[in-house]
């Protein structure tokens, strides 16, 4: 089994709130992410795929492929947006780095060929990242 990381950049801006919650409590369990005119971050995304080598081509999926389908699902959707109003996924759930991770991999899963998806990884500063490995 041979394990195959491509990074991606994106930047996009989101508010912390949650409807059930007072406006006092939003700000208590939220803080400056409570804004309501949002806030934004520089993502670093990994996407790791795993498989055996295709002994004609060489590859464990093929890159070009993989980068396409990560800009097609992920970074076309995301980059430079604001997720709550513009990523269907955030319409109802708040755009955390956790729930940002599950989303790039629900979008991924089933699109790759030749390969399965084994990580999402979702940095949002350089001191904190996310990884979800497709269970809940």
């Known amino acids: 089994m041979v394990y195959l990381t491509r990074k991606a950049e ?27 005119n949002g806030h934004g971050h520089n993502y670093m995304l990994e996407v790791t795929v795993k498989g055996e080598v295709d002994q004609t081509s060489g590859f464990v999926v093929d890159l070009k492929q993989l980068k396409e389908v990560m800009h097609r699902e992920v970074l076309d959707a995301m980059d430079h947006r604001f997720l709550n109003k513009e990523v269907p996924e955030f319409l109802h759930q708040i755009p955390t780095t956790e729930n940002i991770a599950i989303v790039v991999w629900n979008r991924l899963v089933t ?12 940095y949002e500063t350089s001191d904190l990242f996310v990884d979800f490995y497709g269970e809940l």
């Open 10 to 36: 994106f930047s996009a801006s989101h508010v912390y709130h949650n409807p059930e919650l007072s406006p006092e409590e939003n700000r208590r369990v939220f803080g400056k992410c409570n804004n309501p």
């Open 111 to 122: 699109k790759l060929k030749n390969a399965t998806l084994h990580r999402v990884r979702v």
